[in-house]
């Protein structure tokens, strides 16, 4: 029996050090936790990628009328190239503004092609599967962050519209120059 007793004093004795112990580990963690919390707090979120613009392509197909096909480039470097063909009626080109043109866009343009790209939120932007009936099919594909995204619909979304709209007067600028390269562009 007394070997038991002085083996429960030895245990209790030992009680008192061992919560000491835990005592002490717990204020440890609760350091390095207060101290994890303001750290972190101090810690700022890493920013979105900067919009890097690498280039865009943008078709527009004819349709059962006398819309224009436009089929457009749009480079980092603001250079521009177009081909085109307008139409006098139904089945009649007008010649004179139809063709192959290059150029450059003005750096305004460039500025605003920049704010509508990232106002269209291309990461989210979705055109409905819609290509029937007699109105052009716009295909948009743009190279960004070296990323491709691919949009096509003969309906596009409101949030692209204002993309569209710009888009459209670029490739019907009568300014660029004319030029014989015919240059095959990504459909």
């Known amino acids: 029996m007394k070997v038991r007793n002085s083996q429960k004093t030895r245990d209790i004795s030992a009680l008192p050090m061992i919560l000491s112990i835990i005592?002490?580990?717990?204020?440890?963690?609760?350091?390095?936790?207060?101290?994890?919390?303001?750290?972190?707090?101090?810690?700022?979120?890493?920013?979105?990628?900067?919009?890097?613009?690498e280039k865009i392509i943008f078709h527009s197909s004819r349709c059962f009328g006398t819309c224009p096909r436009i089929d457009?480039?749009?480079?980092?470097?603001?250079?521009v190239y177009?081909?085109?063909?307008?139409?006098?009626?139904?089945g009649e080109t007008e010649i004179e503004y139809s063709g192959q043109f290059r150029g450059s866009l003005e750096h305004n343009d460039y500025k605003k092609l920049i704010t509508l790209l990232g106002a269209?939120?291309?990461?989210?932007?979705n055109f409905p599967n819609v290509t029937c009936c007699d109105a052009p099919i716009i295909t948009i594909i743009v190279y960004f962050n070296g990323q491709?995204?691919?949009f096509k619909s003969m309906t596009p979304p409101n949030d692209a519209q204002e993309l569209v709209t710009f888009l459209k007067t670029i490739g019907t600028d009568?300014?660029?120059?004319?030029?014989?390269?015919?240059?095959?562009?990504?459909e």
């Open 148 to 150: 491709r995204k691919y």
């Open 174 to 186: 009568k300014s660029y120059n004319i030029t014989c390269i015919l240059k095959s562009l990504e």
């Open 72 to 79: 457009l480039e749009i480079d980092s470097n603001q250079n």
């Open 120 to 125: 269209a939120n291309l990461h989210n932007l």
């Open 23 to 53: 005592s002490r580990l717990k204020r440890q963690l609760i350091i390095v936790f207060s101290l994890s919390i303001i750290a972190f707090s101090f810690c700022k979120p890493e920013k979105q990628d900067k919009f890097v613009f």
């Open 82 to 90: 177009v081909s085109r063909e307008f139409f006098k009626t139904k």
